[in-house]
C-alpha cells in the first residue's frame, strides 16, 4: 500500500532523514520506535505531505504523491493523521468535529454524517459526549474523538504520531485499546510510539530509526527480543529497564526519584506501586550507605507488563557478604519495611558481585 524509496529531508543544513526504503502492506500494523531527535515523526509527516521531502519517493497503491501532477488532497482523504497534541476544533462540539469533514470534503448529508459520527462514537466509547465541546472532555476521551473523526473520512491507512504522549498515564490505556480494535479489524496503520510493549503486541513489524535512518526492522519478537544490531539493543535495553550507579554516599536522590518516577509512568504503574518502589529504594540505599564510600552499587529496575513482574536488582562491589546480613545492619525498621513490600529477596554472589534480587508486590491495595 505504501512504498518508500531514498527518502531524505533536510530542513536547513540539517539532515533528518537519510536514504529511507521500506514499504508498508495493506492491513499491516507497523510500529516506529527510536530515540528522540531521529526523524520518526518527520517520516509520519512527510508520508502525509505536511512536511515536503528533499528527496526520493512515496508510492500510495502505486500512485507517486510527489508527482506534481498528482491529486494530494484525495491521497489524504485516503491517509488520514492522529497527532499528539489532538488538534480538535475547540469551537466545535464533539458531533460537529466529526461531521464537518464528510460535509465540506465528501459531499456526504448531515443526517448520514451525523449517523456516521453517532456509529464511530460507540466505536472509541464516547456517544454520550456527542454534545460536548473538547474542553470539557479529558485528554484520553479527546484522543479518542481525534481517532473517531480521522474514522469518519473512511481512511485507508492511518498514521498515528505519539498518539498518547500528551496523556497522564491513567489515560493511556484507553486510548491503545482503541487502536488495537482497530488493528484487529485489519486496519492499515503506521505507529510512532514510545509505548514499547503496546508496540511488541499491536504490530506485524517494527521499524527502529537511529540518526535519520532505519537501523534495523523486523518483526516485534525479532526487535525486542533479539535485536541483531547494538544501537537496538541498547536503546530497547535502555526502555525496558531503569539502570543507575551510585558510586558515592553523596548520590541525588531526588534526581534518581524522578528518573524512577518516569520509568514507572511509562510502565504505566499504578500509584500505590510506585510508591512502594520507591520506599524499598530508599530504604535500600540507607542499608548501603555504609558500603558506598568503598563499594559501587549498580540498580536497575525492570517490568514485564505481560507477567506484572516488577523486579529490584542491586549488584554491588567488595567483599562476600549480604548487605541484609551484615553485623552493621542497624535498621531494622527499614529491613521489615522492604520485606513488607517484597514478595520475594534472593541473594547471590556472583562475577566477584554481591548481587540481591527483589520481586516487588504490585498487587497490594
Not at 508498508?24 to 521531502?53: A, F, H, Q, W
Not at 527502529?208 to 527480543?225: N, V
Not at 558500603?291 to 567488595?318: F, N, P, Q
Amino acid at each position: 500500500m505504501i512504498r518508500i524509496e531514498h527518502l531524505s529531508k533536510k530542513f536547513g543544513d540539517l539532515t533528518v532523514l537519510k536514504d529511507i526504503t521500506t514499504d508498508i502492506k495493506t492491513g499491516e500494523v507497523v510500529s516506529i520506535i527510536g530515540p528522540s531527535g531521529t526523524g520518526k515523526s518527520t517520516l509520519l509527516r512527510c508520508l502525509n505531505l505536511l512536511e515536503m521531502p528533499s528527496g526520493g519517493s512515496i508510492y500510495i497503491n502505486g500512485v507517486d504523491i510527489l508527482d506534481k501532477n498528482t491529486d494530494v488532497a484525495k491521497i489524504r482523504q485516503k491517509m488520514n493523521m492522529v497527532f499528539q497534541s489532538f488538534n480538535l476544533f475547540s469551537h466545535l462540539s464533539v458531533m460537529e468535529n466529526l461531521t464537518l469533514g464528510p460535509i465540506k470534503l465528501k459531499g456526504m448529508s448531515k443526517p448520514a454524517a451525523q449517523a456516521k459520527a453517532l456509529e464511530l462514537l460507540r466505536l472509541v466509547g464516547l456517544a454520550e459526549k456527542a454534545g460536548n465541546y473538547p474542553d470539557e472532555l479529558s485528554g484520553g476521551q479527546q484522543q479518542r474523538v481525534a481517532i473517531a473523526r480521522c474514522l469518519a473520512m473512511e481512511p485507508e491507512i492511518i498514521l498515528f504520531d505519539e498518539p498518547t504522549s500528551a496523556l497522564d498515564p491513567t489515560m493511556i490505556r484507553e486510548v491503545l485499546a482503541v487502536i488495537h480494535r482497530l488493528a484487529r479489524e485489519g486496519m492499515t496503520m503506521a505507529i510512532v510510539t514510545h509505548e514499547m510493549d503496546f508496540a511488541r503486541n499491536v504490530s506485524n513489524r517494527v521499524l527502529y530509526m537511529d540518526e535519520g535512518l532505519i537501523y534495523e526492522e523486523g518483526a516485534p519478537e525479532q526487535i525486542f527480543e533479539h535485536p541483531q544490531k547494538a544501537k537496538t539493543r541498547a536503546f530497547i535495553n535502555r526502555i525496558l529497564s531503569y539502570t543507575r550507579r551510585i558510586s558515592s554516599p553523596d548520590y541525588d536522590l531526588y534526581a534518581m526519584n524522578a528518573e524512577i518516577e518516569a520509568f514507572c509512568e511509562k510502565q504505566i504503574l499504578p500509584k500505590q506501586t510506585r510508591n512502594d518502589l520507591l520506599l524499598v529504594v530508599e530504604e535500600l540505599l540507607q542499608i548501603y550507605k555504609p558500603y558506598l564510600r568503598t563499594a559501587v552499587l549498580d540498580m536497575t529496575i525492570t517490568y514485564s507488563e505481560k507477567t506484572e513482574r516488577l523486579e529490584l536488582i542491586c549488584e554491588s562491589t567488595g567483599e562476600q557478604a549480604n548487605p541484609l546480613e551484615s553485623e552493621r545492619l542497624t535498621d531494622d525498621l527499614g529491613l521489615m519495611i522492604i520485606r513488607n513490600l517484597t514478595e520475594s529477596i534472593d541473594y547471590r554472589w556472583i562475577d566477584g558481585k554481591n548481587r540481591l534480587q527483589f520481586l516487588i508486590k504490585t498487587n497490594r491495595p
